[in-house]
């Protein structure tokens, strides 16, 4: 019997679907252009597919190693990817929303900060509880040398598991994933917000002149930026397939195939969270 192993790294993609993929978002993207022309609303469906693309990738970066790891038998956080991930990408949403104001590169700035400062304190905390608590020390089970630190791995490392804890290049991919999370996040946020409701809206909902329509577009605009922002994270979560230790892992040269499904979803919601109101 011959038993076919599941595919490592990159391998395993399929040309055909992504093509497809790539094809359909073109499709939606030449669509956008022949409605709206070279307007702030063709520009947000472009903004979207790159803030999906961020958080496609951004996932990969974060450290998940699910209910292995709340038994000390795996690094990571004891948590699945999607939450993780929806949970560093919420924190950079709500710390981008609130200077959404201030202009693009603030707020952005804002939600990538906020993103990776969950993550930190996240790892953090996690660490704390694997070394004072369980009384175990942070090992990687996927490289033998730390790649940031060169610190070694193999002699504190349990015999019959995966490693433990958060070594320092798992924290360090923690903090880029939720930065790149929270970045992406944000900026679909603002773009809905800014470019696209605060301007449309008011025609749509057939508002009389001086309604304020503020509290309906950031309603809308959160709704639609959490929604792109879950998509993106089950994606790659999928991608995954289980646990990952960061950027060291095998599984992180995975990220092509999780970016190009990211951005072919993200042009799918784009245009419908802007169609709701252009049409």
Same mark, same amino acid.
């Given at each position: 019997?011959?038993?076919?192993?599941?595919?490592?790294g990159? !391998?395993?993609?399929?040309?055909?679907?992504?093509?497809l993929?790539?094809?359909?978002?073109?499709?939606?993207?030449g +669509?956008?252009?022949?409605?709206f022309?070279?307007?702030?609303?063709? *520009?947000a469906?472009?903004?979207?597919? @790159?803030?999906g693309a961020?958080?496609?990738?951004?996932? #990969?970066? !974060?450290?998940v190693?699910?209910?292995?790891a %709340?038994?000390?038998?795996?690094?990571?956080?004891a948590?699945? +990817?999607?939450?993780?991930?929806?949970?560093?990408?919420? %924190?950079?949403?709500?710390?981008?929303?609130?200077?959404a104001?201030?202009?693009?590169?603030?707020?952005c700035?804002? =939600?990538?900060i906020?993103?990776?400062?969950?993550?930190?304190?996240t790892?953090?905390?996690?660490? +704390?509880?694997y @070394?004072y608590?369980?009384?175990?020390?942070?090992a990687s089970?996927?490289?033998k040398?730390?790649?940031? /630190?060169?610190?070694?791995? /193999?002699?504190?490392?349990?015999? =019959?598991t995966?490693? #433990?804890?958060?070594?320092?290049?798992?924290?360090?991919?923690g903090v880029?994933?939720?930065?790149?999370?929270?970045l992406?996040?944000?900026?679909?946020? *603002? !773009?809905?917000?800014?470019w696209?409701?605060? =301007?449309?809206?008011? =025609?749509?909902?057939?508002?009389t002149?001086?309604?304020?329509?503020?509290?309906v577009?950031?309603?809308?605009?959160?709704?639609?930026?959490i929604?792109?922002?879950?998509?993106n994270?089950?994606?790659a979560? *999928?991608?995954?397939?289980?646990t990952?230790?960061?950027? #060291?892992?095998?599984?992180?040269?995975?990220?092509?195939?999780?970016?190009?499904?990211?951005? @072919?979803?993200?042009?799918?919601?784009?245009?419908?969270?802007?169609a709701i109101?252009?049409?």
């Amino acid at each position: 019997m011959t038993v076919t192993p599941k595919p490592m790294g990159g !391998v395993g993609m399929d040309p055909m679907a992504m093509g497809l993929g790539l094809l359909l978002m073109v499709a939606i993207v030449g +669509v956008a252009f022949i409605s709206f022309g070279m307007s702030m609303m063709f *520009y947000a469906l472009i903004a979207i597919i @790159v803030g999906g693309a961020l958080i496609g990738f951004g996932v #990969h970066f !974060v450290p998940v190693g699910g209910a292995p790891a %709340a038994m000390g038998q795996a690094p990571g956080i004891a948590t699945g +990817v999607a939450m993780l991930a929806a949970g560093a990408g919420l %924190a950079g949403l709500f710390g981008g929303a609130w200077a959404a104001d201030l202009g693009l590169v603030v707020a952005c700035a804002g =939600g990538a900060i906020g993103g990776a400062l969950m993550m930190a304190i996240t790892c953090t905390f996690v660490n +704390v509880i694997y @070394v004072y608590a369980m009384g175990i020390p942070a090992a990687s089970g996927k490289a033998k040398v730390d790649p940031i /630190t060169g610190d070694t791995q /193999t002699e504190y490392k349990s015999q =019959g598991t995966e490693g #433990h804890g958060l070594p320092f290049v798992s924290f360090v991919g923690g903090v880029v994933g939720g930065f790149m999370g929270g970045l992406g996040g944000t900026l679909i946020y *603002y !773009v809905l917000l800014k470019w696209v409701y605060v =301007g449309k809206l008011v =025609g749509a909902l057939q508002a009389t002149a001086g309604a304020d329509i503020t509290p309906v577009a950031i309603s809308l605009a959160g709704i639609f930026a959490i929604g792109t922002f879950l998509v993106n994270a089950t994606l790659a979560a *999928y991608n995954i397939t289980g646990t990952i230790e960061g950027p #060291h892992d095998p599984k992180f040269a995975r990220w092509p195939r999780a970016v190009v499904a990211s951005a @072919v979803a993200s042009s799918v919601c784009g245009i419908v969270a802007i169609a709701i109101v252009a049409f």
